[in-house]
């Protein structure tokens, strides 16, 4: 039996003693020049996705031993269809090679036996490529995500369930009714994890919860005290450091930052002109450790 | 300009002279003995994936000419990973060379950039392997669908989204607040799909609304009048076709009714017998059509 997720996590974390996680979003309009064939519509598609692949190797070369976790968010690679597929795998199997946890932002959701067969998918039968980790939708109900529940007890695996989004227009469903569907999914999401705690007290079921809404964070926390929260909306989306500190626990524990674009894409922002797309990957990862270490003064 | 999603979906309907939709679900476990090398963990996987899509390319056979379209669910497909995914496109490729409409069971959704790639790589990217529309999850609210609607006005392209989930715990989240988040949802549905009306008055933008809950669909129906229909649970998860009757609009349009494990698995089923698994699935199919061609006393 492998060591649950939820312990895998915390313990990266304290040995990392920063909570960043490195989203893997190749747009592919955004990718380095040098990369550029991955956007070209006449290359061949296997071709494409190599390029793809490749400035992806080399972002987990630099996330290795630096931060927890690494998030390939599937949307991009699935542009590229069977090639884009392969690159996944690829990409995961590298970052789980490094060291790195794999967070599969697949954002997957079905009724029972479809939703199994999707755990099983990422968590399960993809060998050197599975994640520890995979993002799911809970729009569908309890018994949507009770068999990727057995997944994760069986395989030692966690989810993240979505509960309250970073896109601005998030509320429109999220806060219907009252008390507001969020905080009624949040309950659930805290149910659903009390059979996957480990020996560190969290769970293996995290919640996504915007740092773009930071108000209703802490009410989040408070009905999810146990359940590890994946955050995104820092950087590119527009939250700071200090809107995420009401999703985590004591000593910088129980939470991941995301950041994506502002990683790597930072050479195209003005305060890394003229340096080459690595080197301000590299300095925008570290500026946000170095952020994140300083907020919680957390041992190395 | 390819015709809009709406007319090519209702001219396929009133063709053929019934609502059906054949669900390409390839449950490995449950694939017939000739296609077994599927569900062997041991054999190599572009070998287990190709049985998959021997096993799809004759359920095809048997759709066209028959239905006006099929329904890959891409969870199985990704269970065999990069070779899965090519299995999907080859058999999407011989599904729209045969002349079904593909309707990609995907249920995607993302923050908007990330929503945006997912209508790109199935409904515009992916060449003569395309979907003809997607199934997408609303969650995340209007701003993740939008992108999804752009890409659908420049591809001629639809969407499904899901609303009343066929599931038996779907109620959770659905029936949440007063008036219940399922209303909510479809009115947002009627609503984007105002700007994706075709010619024949339907909309390209669909609901996913399962017949098991047969007596919230005449409420559903009232609040998105021009929104095709495309109802789960009928045959192996329950539900009759006089259960299906209130999706439709006049004279048997309006409305796709899915079948997958009641036609694709339908030898594992008592009344077929001693039959091999075609003859079963070409029986159940034809029974189907038969159903509801005697339902409507469509026109042939």
């Known amino acids: 039996m492998t060591t649950p997720f939820a312990d895998r996590l915390d313990a990266a974390v304290q040995r990392l003693g920063n909570p960043c996680l490195v989203g893997l ?31 992806l190797l080399e972002v987990v070369e630099l ?37 790195l946890l794999v967070i599969g ?29 995979i993002t799911v939708n809970p729009y569908l109900g309890a018994d949507s995500i009770e068999p990727l529940l057995e997944v994760c007890r069986r395989s030692g695996a966690g989810l993240f369930v979505l509960v309250r989004t ?5 509320a429109l469903f999220q806060h219907h009714g009252e008390p507001p569907l969020v905080h009624l999914v949040a309950r ?11 020996e560190c007290g969290l769970s293996s079921v995290g919640a996504v919860v915007g740092a773009t809404h930071a108000g ?5 926390r408070a009905l999810m005290p146990y359940t590890p ?3 995104p909306g820092y950087g590119a989306q527009g939250a700071g450091a200090a809107e995420t500190v009401p999703s985590f626990l004591g000593g910088g524990r129980g939470a991941l930052v995301n950041s994506s674009r502002g ?25 946000m450790v170095a952020e994140f270490r300083a907020l919680f003064d957390a041992p190395r």
Chains 1, 2 share one sequence.
Do not use: M
Not at 31 to 54: C, G, H, I, K, T
Not at 68 to 86: M, Y
Not at 216 to 220: A, P
Not at 268 to 285: I, N, Q, T, V, Y
């Open 63 to 99: 996330a290795a031993g630096k931060v927890p976790a690494v998030k390939p968010q599937s949307a991009f690679f699935e542009r590229l269809g069977a090639d884009g597929a392969l690159a996944w795998e690829r990409v995961c199997a590298a970052a789980r090679e490094a060291g």
């Open 105 to 133: 932002d697949v954002k997957r959701s079905d009724i029972a036996s479809t939703a199994e067969a999707y755990g099983r998918a990422y968590l399960e039968d993809a060998g050197e490529a599975r994640c520890d980790a």
């Open 188 to 198: 659930e999401v805290a149910r659903w994890g009390e059979g996957l705690r480990g």
């Open 263 to 287: 990683i790597l894409f930072a050479a195209r922002r003005p305060e890394h002109e003229g340096k080459s797309w690595k080197d301000a990957a590299r300095d925008a990862l570290d500026a």
């Open 216 to 220: 209703e964070i802490g009410k989040l």
């Open 229 to 231: 929260f994946l955050v």
């Open 25 to 55: 979003d190749p747009h592919l309009e955004l990718l380095p020049e040098e990369f550029a064939v991955a956007r070209d519509p006449e290359a061949p598609r296997a071709e494409r996705a190599r390029a793809v692949e490749r400035f």
């Open 166 to 170: 970073s896109n601005p227009g998030s």
